[in-house]
């Protein structure tokens, strides 16, 4: 395996994981939590989530062929408040803008990577444009996680390793890993 394909199985992978955190978040999530604005012009977990799925959508439809920043993206619209949470017609729209994503990313070619991309005219290599956004979403879904666990107070349930665990934890991977003798 090159280097540039190990990188990219890398990213895909650290996508999926953040989906994965940001999925499991939201599941605990009532539909009237997932538009609680912690403080006055503070951002809902729901506006979050439209934020995301309108940044996913522009960035990665088309990838590497028209600019990331698309003119049929109305970005100020992605943090207007949230009043009703559909949950149905969100689930979609998130596992939409996911799926152009890996989509997008999953058909990249090693050689992909030192392309250009355009985001708002700012040319970056292709690389640097998927770290931008692994950083992004990184950063939102930390976000998401946060509210979730502020909103559901004792109701959380741990997505990692919960607190008092992590000695068991760390000899289960020892073990899971031990390299036999």
């Not at 199985?9 to 939201?26: E, M, P």
């Not at 439809?61 to 698309?70: H, M, N, R, V, Y």
């Amino acid at each position: 395996m090159t280097l540039q394909e190990i990188y990219i199985q890398s990213v895909l992978s650290r996508f999926r994981g953040y989906k994965d955190l940001a999925d499991k978040a939201i599941a605990q999530l009532t539909p009237e939590e997932m538009i609680v604005e912690p403080a006055p012009g503070a951002n809902s977990v729901a506006v979050i989530v439209h934020h995301m799925v309108g940044n996913m959508l522009s960035r990665f439809t088309d990838f590497g062929t028209s600019d990331g920043e698309k003119e049929w993206r109305n970005r100020d619209s992605e943090f207007l408040t949230v009043t009703v949470w559909e949950e149905a017609a969100e689930r979609i729209r998130w596992e939409d803008a996911w799926s152009v994503l890996f989509s997008n990313l999953e058909k990249l070619k090693p050689g992909d990577l030192e392309k250009k991309v355009t985001i708002r005219h700012e040319p970056h290599t292709a690389i640097d444009a998927i770290n931008r956004q692994l950083a992004h979403y990184a950063y939102h879904v930390g976000q998401i996680v946060f509210l979730a666990k502020i909103i559901r107070k004792e109701q959380w349930s741990y997505l990692s390793i919960p607190p008092d665990a992590s000695a068991a934890f760390n000899q289960t991977m020892e073990e899971k890993f031990r390299k036999p003798e």
